[in-house]
């Protein structure tokens, strides 16, 4: 079996068509993403809260927007300032404080994440050189005082590479295997396989395993990509998220085993492989929350097997949470593989 | 163990119709055994129960002295198979793919993919794929991968349908030799020549029935007539002519004016008979042409039906 297994496993490599919907596929997407995330790349987006009014803070503010570096947003409240900064809507907030002087000892407050180290180097001796620059008569005085916040919530980007993994997935679980067992019974493999006393178990044992490592290194590759290459930042245990990818995985198996016993030729089976997967990619909230879809579709969103794993998924990379707090997830996907697995053992058929 | 095949009162419905209706014959061990008859004579049915593919509605099938029903497995261990249809996968090399089935099998029948590459003649292509073959070359690796575990008995579902004479040819060679290592071998065909070329015994089978069990010298003599003369005169015969015909124990059926098929009775003393005659009453033939009885008569015979549409 694990001959079989490795020999799927080489199938799968040399198989175009699957290796488009496992990994470039998702990649694209992957990529695509990335690059619209870091698309101010080489700048810096600052919020600036004045708590004085006077000419030196306007100075000191003209001074940082001339910059082509910085992108400056004012902002009158210190609370909405943050809240920006955790929903990733801006990158600093400094904070300058009442009856402003370049010389005043008082320091400036400057907050960000820790998601760029680099750039916060880099942000951060610029502002200071604006304080320094600004009157070299005067000694100066002022410093900044940093306060590094660690990122409590994920940027659009994490979300939706979460949602790429369940994606990439979802369909190369759904269309690859609805495709090649569609193909296995038009050319008579599975009935080849039933002449040889090969318990039939082991066949599709050893065809849901290959499927399932592939899954995982999808997932790393998917991961690894967005995390190297784009700066996506994905905590959490791995052991939760990898046993969130392989029951997701073994759910949307199943239903490519149900197409391919509802189709009766390889294309059709890709068809309806896909008819099943690109809307589920929409509507389980792959790029955006299913709650803010119109009329019914929130509920229907639940309904889908989807959501779940994704829901685990962003529960466990991004908010950190243990396994046991996602039970609800986990006890719908096994549900989701108790229902897939009676439905496809009774409509399979090898001729 | 005489008898490699055992079936005894074999019956299979889809529904309501009979694909297989109540037959019974046995196959002996060494021999090459055809099923002949037509598309949708129950060829393939039959071979799918033997294969364990199907199962009867009723009767009893003992391969290798193991009832099919109680021991698939170790029939399955000890049985080589070709299917009507089978592609292999599409991403693996020759090798890897006798070399994956192999592993089906337990470690002690299995045969080495290289030697069965060698055996049919395709090991200058152990690493292409299938779909890079030929007609010809796929049938005989289908064939040899139907050898992977060391067969007793190998069941070939029409090995040469669709091939051209020479693959043919080729394919008939190589059931022979795989028969002479003593491997007892059981195809289904619907060429007569294929038959009469390569079996020792015969099934002739039509709509789900099994009408003849013999050796295909026993099936055509088992014919009222031995000999077909064709015979066309410049001037029709006449009737002294016919009636000395007659004598010869033959029948003379009149195709045209001046063309007659002359069905002898009798072996080739007739024959030699019927010759003489033709010479000495100064008959003016524009042609003669003598067939010995074929499958196809029996066939026909048999059957009332063409064994084959399109011949």
């Known amino acids: 079996m694990i001959q079989l297994t490795l020999y799927n496993l080489k199938i799968m490599s040399r198989n175009r068509h699957s290796t488009f919907w496992a990994l470039f596929f998702p990649l694209l997407l992957v990529v695509v993403f990335g690059l619209f995330q870091v698309g101010n790349f080489g700048g810096a987006t600052v919020t600036i809260v004045n708590n004085s009014t006077n000419d030196e803070s306007k100075e000191l503010i003209d001074q940082i927007s001339s910059n082509n570096f910085f992108e400056v947003k004012q902002i009158g409240s210190t609370e909405e300032a943050l809240n920006q900064l955790n929903n990733g809507e801006t990158e600093y907030v400094l904070t300058i404080p009442p009856e402003f002087t370049y010389n005043m000892n008082e320091a400036l407050s400057l907050q960000y994440t820790d998601q760029d180290p680099q750039q916060n180097e880099i942000t951060l001796l610029m502002l200071s050189n604006f304080l320094d620059r600004t009157n070299t008569a005067s000694p100066n005085n002022n410093t900044i005082q940093t306060i590094e916040i660690k990122k409590p919530e994920a940027t659009y980007f994490d979300t939706v590479l979460l949602g790429l993994v369940g994606l990439g997935i979802m369909t190369n679980s759904i269309i690859s295997i609805a495709v090649k067992i569609s193909n296995y019974r038009n050319q008579s493999i599975l009935k080849r396989m039933l002449v040889t006393p090969l318990p039939i178990w082991k066949f599709f044992a050893s065809e849901i395993t290959a499927h399932l490592i592939l899954a995982i290194i999808q997932a790393i590759i998917i991961l690894g990509v967005g995390i190297l290459l784009f700066g996506a930042s994905i905590r959490g245990n791995p052991a939760g998220l990898l046993l969130i990818i392989l029951l997701g995985s073994v759910v949307f198996l199943n239903i490519g085993f149900i197409m391919s016993a509802w189709t009766n030729s390889p294309s059709a089976a890709s068809g309806m492989g896909n008819a099943i997967a690109l809307p589920m990619i929409f509507f389980s909230g792959t790029f955006f929350s299913a709650t803010t879809l119109p009329w019914i579709m929130p509920i229907l969103s639940e309904a889908l097997p989807l959501t779940p794993m994704l829901s685990a998924l962003r529960d466990i990379g991004i908010n950190g949470y243990p396994i046991w707090a996602v039970w609800q997830d986990i006890a719908a996907l096994a549900a989701w593989i108790v229902v897939t697995s009676v439905i496809a053992i009774k409509v399979f058929r090898f001729n | ?311």
Request: glycine fraction near 6%; aromatic fraction near 6%; include cysteine.
């Open chain 2, 1 to 311: 163990m005489d008898e490699a095949i055992r079936v005894e009162s074999l019956k299979k419905y889809y529904g309501k119709f009979v694909a297989v209706d109540d037959i019974s014959f046995n196959v002996r061990s060494g021999e090459i055994f055809g099923i002949l008859g037509p598309n949708g004579a129950g060829k393939t049915t039959t071979l799918e129960i033997l294969e364990g593919l199907l199962s009867p509605n009723s009767g009893t099938v003992t391969i290798l002295d193991l009832d099919i029903l109680k021991h698939p497995k170790a029939i399955k261990t000890r049985i080589g198979v070709q299917l009507q249809s089978s592609a292999y996968y599409d991403y693996l090399n020759l090798l890897e793919i006798l070399t994956i089935l192999a592993s089906f099998y337990p470690a002690g029948v299995r045969e080495n993919p290289a030697d069965i590459l060698k055996r049919v003649n395709l090991y200058s292509k152990a690493n292409q794929r299938v779909k890079t073959l030929s007609g010809g070359e796929k049938q005989r690796f289908t064939i040899a991968a139907s050898l992977i575990n060391k067969p007793e008995l190998l069941i070939l579902d029409e090995p040469t349908t669709g091939l051209d004479p020479r693959s043919r040819r080729n394919i008939w060679q190589l059931i022979e030799e795989i028969n002479k290592t003593g491997i007892t071998v059981v195809l289904t065909t619907h060429y007569m020549d294929e038959a009469e070329a390569l079996c020792q015994r015969l099934a002739i089978m039509d709509n789900g029935h099994l009408i003849a069990v013999d050796t295909p010298s026993n099936l055509r003599a088992s014919l009222e007539y031995q000999y077909a003369v064709k015979l066309t005169v410049e001037k029709p015969l006449n009737e002294a002519q016919i009636l000395s015909m007659n004598s010869l124990n033959a029948k003379i059926e009149t195709k045209s004016e001046n063309a007659y098929v002359i069905k002898l009775k009798d072996g080739t003393d007739s024959l030699d008979i019927l010759l003489k005659n033709i010479v000495t009453d100064n008959v003016k033939f524009q042609n003669l042409e003598i067939t010995p009885v074929t499958l196809e008569d029996v066939f026909l015979e048999l059957t009332g039906n063409e064994l084959q549409e399109d011949l």
